[in-house]
């Protein structure tokens, strides 16, 4: 669809906003600094052949100015972000960057490298090593640093290292304290409801084009291919500490901000700072969309101001984006990131004090001139307007304080009602037309939505809605709004996507967890109207060790504790696999069975919990509101 002329005309005042220093050129040379090698392949393949990342896609359209269908700001930094490939940072320290969603470090020492964030699959991970190694020099891995707790940051780990070389000795795996329980808190148990969000958020259903996805902010995308994991062997405890590997000193500092337990590494023998992802070139992402609890803002500026102590830093790099050099250039840059997250924090919370709600404090605050015109605090990833709301919903959470919203009807029977008193359903199409006709998206898909509520099956109410979502996505500079107001375009026009998808389950984190939290995760597939009025318990036991729990089902919740239960009515002994692809919905009760399985006891009692157990769809609707799978009253 093309842009309408309000679309080109905002884009076109992007131009000449002061906003924006266009003559500004710093981050051009910076992200390009160093460069040792840019691969001139089409692709990254998994093993099957297909691809996990584009290179050709975006090269296909990456350059010049922007077209009328992206934001010019935008476009900026998506060309910043297809600055790709193996980089010298200093002497003895390289990143890759640009072929996954997330930068590679590597540290070289006496013997070999020390790897600060192996990217977020084994495809990505095994080729950032080969590039090193072909253009570097090939040398054993001897410790493997985690910065923090997301899997853009340790998923690719098994394309570099193996569990037998942590095993045997011949690697440390470094992380802060609480690394694993955050890990398995932040995506584990929210694993099943996150990935419709997450595709909309990091536009995982777009075409890689000028009317599709251009970017994400922290990179181009995620890429596809296999997430693992493999457990921490040494814990960096709060008060942070030093430590010497392979010949280099390390001094790591507790860091809470993007990830509760995020974790700053600095190199002095190298003045190379690694910042997790505590500050990038874009602004903090202080809630994320695709769903997750918000973060502590007041911590994550005292993170960063605490790094300005790092005072010889010349070189600072990042989990994600390109580095910045020069001791000075390094200590302004933190200075103001710490200033543009404490900004939204002090800021939100001093509105709230005046009594304001959170959509009128994510309308009213901007930045002051001085941070506004800063690109590394414009929105590309985090935004003001859904960080302001994160904020407040830190501090207290999602009831704006009004009675009015504290029991609101659900939005099906809203809608309706609302659309009865407006004179019904064409009566509303017929002034939305005319308002997207004035260019009014955000209200027009407002509208909209609460018609496609009362009526989802209202096709030129998609079409229009569809329509309002695919301008205000052209004109977004946040690539993560841009790909979700597409990506709902999308949706509205076509219906969910169909067939298999890889929701990138955290499987292989959970392969390693104890039987009680593998059976936890079980738990949230009960369910509870279907399981009122049963009860049993059912011992599970991996095979081959004394691990074991218990699970016991009573007032429609399973309870799992640890050890078993004398009085249990099955007794389940099964290899740990299999328990937990059980656990996470991989596979059925008929799957639980072969040589390696025995079942003492009742064993009805096994097709009486599966017939009490939900199955998750792939995908469910986001913006198109049909009926969902097991919708209270259908
Ligand atoms: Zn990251």
């Given at each position: ?115 600060v964030d192996p ?25 493997m640093i985690y910065s923090h707790t997301h899997s853009?940051h340790f998923g690719?780990v ?8 942590v ?5 440390r795996v470094i992380a802060s304290e609480g690394f694993t329980e955050w890990v398995v808190k932040e995506q584990g ?40 994991f493999i457990e921490p062997t040494d814990i960096i405890g709060k008060?942070g500490g ?10 790591f500092?507790f860091a809470p901000?993007e990830a509760p337990t995020g974790m700053h590494c ?10 997790a992802d ?228 955290l499987?292989?984190v959970?392969?390693g967890m ?121």
């Amino acid at each position: 669809m093309t842009p309408s002329q309000f679309t080109r005309d905002l884009l076109e005042s992007a131009l000449n906003d002061p906003d924006f220093n266009w003559q500004d050129r710093q981050d051009f040379e910076f992200a390009a600094r160093g460069l040792i090698h840019r691969p001139d392949d089409p692709a990254i393949f998994d093993r099957n052949g297909d691809t996990v990342w584009h290179h050709e896609a975006f090269e296909a359209f990456l350059h010049g100015d922007a077209p009328d269908t992206v934001h010019p700001s935008l476009w900026r930094h998506a060309l910043l972000n297809n600055f790709r490939g193996l980089f010298k940072v200093t002497d003895r320290v390289y990143q890759v960057r640009g072929e996954s969603l997330g930068n590679v470090t590597f540290v070289e020492g006496d013997r070999g490298y020390i790897v600060v964030d192996p990217l977020t699959t084994v495809e990505t991970a095994a080729y950032a090593l080969q590039l090193l190694f072909d253009h570097v020099g090939a040398r054993p891995i001897v410790a493997m640093i985690y910065s923090h707790t997301h899997s853009d940051h340790f998923g690719g780990v098994k394309g570099m290292i193996s569990e037998e070389d942590v095993k045997s000795g011949d690697v440390r795996v470094i992380a802060s304290e609480g690394f694993t329980e955050w890990v398995v808190k932040e995506q584990g148990m929210a694993a099943e409801g996150m990935p419709s969000r997450n595709d909309y958020m990091y536009g995982e259903n777009l075409e890689v084009s000028p009317v599709g996805i251009v970017d994400t902010g922290l990179g181009q995308m995620i890429e596809g291919g296999e997430v693992t994991f493999i457990e921490p062997t040494d814990i960096i405890g709060k008060d942070g500490g030093r430590m010497s590997v392979d010949g280099v000193e390390i001094e790591f500092m507790f860091a809470p901000g993007e990830a509760p337990t995020g974790m700053h590494c600095y190199f002095p023998q190298f003045k190379t700072l690694h910042v997790a992802d505590n500050c990038y070139m874009c602004l903090h992402n202080v809630y994320t969309i695709r769903g997750a609890f918000p973060r502590d803002a007041m911590q994550w500026s005292d993170s960063i101001a605490r790094s300005l102590l790092f005072e010889d830093t010349e070189f600072l790099i990042s989990g994600h984006n390109w580095p910045v050099f020069g001791k000075a250039e390094i200590q302004q840059f933190l200075g103001e990131q710490r200033d543009g997250v404490k900004y939204m924090h002090d800021q939100t919370l001093r509105l709230m004090s005046h009594g304001y709600v959170p959509a009128e404090i994510a309308d009213a605050i901007r930045f002051p001139p001085s941070l506004a015109r800063l690109w590394h605090l414009r929105g590309y990833y985090g935004s003001i307007k859904h960080n302001v709301r994160g904020i407040y919903a830190y501090y207290l959470g999602w009831y704006d304080g009004n009675p009015a919203n504290l029991d609101s009807l659900p939005p099906r029977d809203l809608a309706r009602r609302t659309l009865d008193y407006m004179g019904g359903t064409d009566a509303v199409l017929e002034r939305a037309q005319a308002d997207y006709e004035a260019g009014q998206y955000r209200w027009v898909a407002h509208i909209l939505d609460q018609v496609i509520w009362a009526d989802p099956g209202n096709l030129r109410a998609r079409a229009l809605a569809a329509a309002a979502h695919t301008q205000m996505g052209y004109a977004a500079e946040n690539a993560t709004w841009r790909n979700a107001y597409l990506s709902a375009a999308n949706e509205l026009r076509e219906g969910i996507p169909t067939g298999e998808k890889n929701h990138r389950v955290l499987r292989d984190v959970f392969k390693g967890m104890s039987p009680v939290l593998l059976m936890n995760s079980l738990s949230i597939r009960l369910n509870g109207p279907k399981a009122a009025g049963h009860a049993f318990t059912i011992n599970w036991k991996i095979a081959g060790t004394e691990e074991a729990c218990h699970s016991e089902l009573t007032n429609a919740v399973l309870i799992s504790s640890a050890g078993t239960d004398a009085d249990a009515g099955l007794t389940i002994t099964l290899p740990r696999l299999l328990l937990s692809e059980f656990a996470l919905g991989q596979i059925g009760v008929g799957a639980l069975s072969g040589p390696d399985v025995s079942m003492e006891g009742d064993l009805n009692l096994l097709a009486e919990l599966a017939s009490l157990l939900d199955t998750f769809p792939a995908w469910f609707p986001i913006a198109t509101h049909d009926l969902k799978k097991g919708e209270i009253g259908t």
